[in-house]
Each structure stands twice: as structure tokens, then as C-alpha cells.
DNA sequence: TTATTTTTTGCAACAATATTGCATTTTCGT
DNA sequence: ACGAAAATGCAATATTGTTGCAAAAAATAA
């Protein structure tokens, strides 16, 4: 069974048209992917409802995950740590090149450790770097 | 000469009463603000946009920092470090508490260093954590 | 396969958030 | 107090996100 038809089974959703084409698009883009990035680039037209509801329902099943940004866009990337339904454990870090304005997952670098003051409790960390990517020097 | 009148002078900004009543909010405000808690906090009946064009201008100057969170709202709080126009170098964790939903700049605990990628270059750095903070517990 | 149930989609209406140009008002330096 | 420069309010417009509901599509049962 091809890989695309794999994930959406296993996350127990119906396979549409929308999510195929959606779920296509993550597969083969390198870099994180706002929502707008996603109404363009997608050929067929659906309603910019239905892409709202399908980013969500793929975060909420650990297919995507969002990557915080100090501009007012939130930015998906496909999940390669094994996300289950409702918990998400990715925990590498997130780089912006400055130039190209590509957001990219560093799979292999993980979020160190930090010691919080006492009392905090921690439960999740995002760490966003910035700069020039290797592409762009 | 009063704290709120040094830091606009400072940084060559006329001094008006739109300025003065949003920075006093941050000074005497504990955690960051986003867009929507200045408009409702502020007694004065300012036009959104006179909102907007501050916190940029605040931002501009080095007076304020913004902070990424993944759902799409920016957040806003006062640097406390030596940010100089065009150029923050805030370099503290920031916490956001899952229970009261307060931001929090956590100014003694520093981002640490991580070591990228061959060919990438840092400019910045955000590191956001969430979970439950000392007062929530 | 066909019929039935469940889920997803598109549409429309609405709400919230953000940006721009321009005339008026306020602030600043003289 | 006066003139130049900057900030503000207003209105219009654009962008972004949410909700309810009927039609369409997909999954499941027969
Ligand atoms: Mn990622
Ligand atoms: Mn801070
Ligand atoms: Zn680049
Ligand atoms: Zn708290």
C-alpha cells in the first residue's frame, strides 16, 4: 500500500480527495507549510474551509505539527517522530532562514535541556532559530 | 525624570498620551500583553490602529519584544535587556503557564546554545516552554 | 452490488484581526 | 507663539478564522 493511503489509515480517517492532495503536499515539500502556502499550491480548489479542518484534524492526529512564529503565521510540517493522536513529541529544533524565508525541521537537533526557576513545570518547549541557511550562505 | 518619560525620550520617540498610557501598562503589567489585552486594559478609548502603529514602534525601538506562540496571536512584553533600535538581543527563556495562560519572561534563565547543522548560521534565537507555572501549581 | 449510516465538504454568513490613505490634531524645536 | 514634523482618528479595505447546515462523498452493513 502506498505510504500516503498508509498514514491516513492508520489514523482511522476516510480518505478524500482533499486529504490525499493535502497530505501529497506535506510529503513532498521540504520546509514547514502556512496555510495560505497550502491554498496555493494546491491545484484543485477547495474551499479554504476545508483546508482549515483537515490542517487541524492532522495536528490533532499526530500527522502534522505547528511551528510558532513572531509574525502572525502558524506553519505545519509533517511529524517524522512517531506523534501519536493528541501527543505530539517532536523535540527538535525549528530554523527560519532570513533569506529564503524557509522554515525547516532539524530532525537531528534536539531542544536541550533548560533549569527552570522553582516551581515551573515544564511540558512542552519550541525552539525557533533564525538566520542563513546552508542553501543561502 | 520618571521612568516612563527616559525610556521615550531615549529612543527619540515624541512623547504622547497614546505612548505614555501603553507603556505604563507594560511597566506595571507582570506578564506579556497581546494586542487584544492592551486595547481592553487601557481606560483611554484609543483607535485600534494607534494600537497597532505603538507596539510596532515600540518594537522598532527596541522597547518591546515579541514572543511566538503556535496559536496565531503575538504576544508582547518589555525588554529589560540593552535592546537598541533595529536590534533586540533578548536572550531569556519565555513560559507560558497552560493554567492562567500568563507569558511570562523568564529573564535569568538564558536560551542555551545549540550546535547546528553544518553551513547554518544563527541570528536569533526563541525558546518557548509551556506547562504549569509556580503560582498554578 | 446496493442500501444505509457516518463523515466530509462547500456554501454562506459572520466575526476577528490587520493594513492603508488622508485630513485633522498634537507635539516639538525655534 | 509660530511653523514644521510627527502622530492620531476615521473610513474604507483586506486578510484571516469560525460556525451552522444542507448536499455530497466515503465507509459500513446487508
Ligand atoms: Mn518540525
Ligand atoms: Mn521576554
Ligand atoms: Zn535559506
Ligand atoms: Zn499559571
Redesign the pocket.
Same mark, same amino acid.
Not at 480548489?45 to 476545508?50: I, K, L, Q
Given at each position: 500500500m502506498d505510504q500516503l493511503m498508509d498514514i491516513l489509515k492508520r489514523n482511522q480517517?476516510? @480518505? %478524500?480527495? !482533499?486529504?490525499r492532495k493535502i497530505l501529497e503536499l506535506f510529503l513532498k515539500s521540504d520546509g514547514a507549510l502556512a496555510?495560505?502556502d497550502v491554498e496555493k499550491k494546491i491545484d484543485a !480548489?477547495?474551499?479554504? @474551509? +476545508?483546508v482549515?479542518? +483537515?490542517l487541524? %484534524?492532522f495536528v490533532e492526529k499526530g500527522i502534522i505539527h505547528n511551528i510558532p512564529t513572531t509574525d502572525?503565521?502558524?506553519l505545519y510540517a509533517l511529524c517524522k517522530d512517531n506523534c501519536e493522536a493528541g501527543h505530539h513529541h517532536d523535540n527538535h529544533v525549528h530554523f527560519i532562514c532570513d533569506v529564503c524565508d524557509k522554515t525547516i525541521c532539524l530532525e537531528h537537533v534536539a531542544i536541550p535541556e533548560v533549569k527552570l526557576p522553582k516551581g515551573y513545570q515544564q511540558r512542552q518547549a519550541d525552539l525557533v532559530i533564525s538566520g542563513v541557511c546552508d542553501d543561502c550562505r
Open positions: 480517517l476516510s @480518505v %478524500t480527495e !482533499g486529504r496555510h495560505a !480548489g477547495f474551499d479554504r @474551509v +476545508t482549515y479542518r +483537515t487541524q %484534524t502572525n503565521s502558524i
